[in-house]
């Protein structure tokens, strides 16, 4: 709790992330810090910063989270032998610019555990019929038989040509697309963006055309073809001297958040977990960044 209020740097922000009300939230760190008879954080009208006493506290039981966590880890290496499969599915082709760097952290961990990655189409059909141990998704749903644990959120843009009419706007809104040229990764079918977004409100782009390759897509908007819609993450390397631009979607923005989806009725190993932990801190360093 005192490492997501010190994170996030306010109470709404933290409540989120830890899935609370604000009011129970302040009512928890209230109660925490009557206990300690101290204030853990100076409370400004923009950002909630930690004491010496906060920051002190917060140190400590990081330190612990971290001694707790290499005892876990001890544990199931010695409980599973450090041998067996690990399979995981993916539900979005962007993942896979990111995953190669958790697999390396993950592998220096379980040098023996075999991985395996793949396209995922059906969370929960896939998961029980033990076609992968883990699924990452974008588009958690409503389902009781699976866990959606969350890993980073981030933002979803829109990336055009420089010289593009819509690029000097401050923002892209959802009906602009009927006025562009889409390009995707996919069919309409599988595009996420365009299924939860534009099809419920009738909105139709000028053209849609479906380039299988993320680095492929991205060339095609540089040179004019049209635009996409990507994670900020996945292409902020590619804005610097590339023709391309990233504009936010409505003026709010529209965040995505990654949720690694597994079985409510499986036992979720340790090594599972440690994978989350690594995709987590992975998505805190691109925020960073």
């Known amino acids: 709790m005192v490492q997501a209020i010190a994170e996030s740097g306010n109470m709404t922000k933290a409540a989120d992330r830890l899935f609370l009300t604000q009011s129970a939230l302040s009512q928890q760190l209230k109660d925490i810090e009557g206990k300690l008879k101290v204030d853990l954080f100076f409370r400004t009208s923009r950002k909630m910063i930690p004491t010496t006493v906060g920051r002190q506290l917060l140190q400590t039981a990081e330190h ?15 409980a599973s032998g450090e041998s067996g499969e690990f399979k995981v599915g993916t539900q979005c082709i962007f993942c896979y610019k990111w ?34 141990d883990l699924i990452i998704s974008a588009t958690p ?16 843009v829109c990336i ?6 819509f690029s000097t706007q401050p923002c892209v809104q959802f009906q602009d697309f009927s006025r562009m040229d889409l390009i995707s990764y996919g069919d ?10 534009l ?11 479906a380039v299988g390759q993320p680095h492929a897509i991205i060339e095609m908007v540089a040179s004019g073809f049209g635009v996409s819609v990507f994670p900020r993450w996945a292409v902020k390397s590619s804005l610097s001297g590339t023709g391309i631009v990233a504009r936010p979607l409505t003026r709010n923005g529209l965040p995505v958040t990654w949720h690694a989806v597994s079985l409510k009725k499986n036992n979720r190993p340790v090594l599972h977990d440690e994978f989350i932990r690594i995709i987590g801190r992975s998505g805190e360093m691109k925020n960073k960044g």
């Not at 612990?64 to 010695?78: F, G």
């Not at 220096?108 to 396209?119: A, D, L, Q, S, V």
């Not at 749903?141 to 979803?156: G, H």
Request: glycine share 4%; aromatic share 10%; net charge negative.
């Open 64 to 78: 612990i989270i971290e001694t707790l966590e290499d005892a876990e880890l001890a544990i199931a290496k010695r």
């Open 99 to 132: 995953l190669p760097s958790v697999m390396k952290v993950f592998q220096g961990k379980f040098p023996n555990i075999e991985f395996e990655i793949g396209n995922s189409d059906d969370l929960v059909s896939e998961l029980e019929a033990k076609k992968f």
């Open 141 to 156: 749903k409503s389902d009781d038989a699976a866990i959606y644990s969350p890993l980073f959120t981030d933002q979803l």
């Open 160 to 165: 055009l040509p420089e010289d593009h009419p």
């Open 188 to 197: 309409k079918g599988k595009n996420k963006f365009y299924q939860a977004f």
């Open 199 to 209: 099809k419920p409100k009738g909105i139709e782009p000028k053209r849609y055309m």
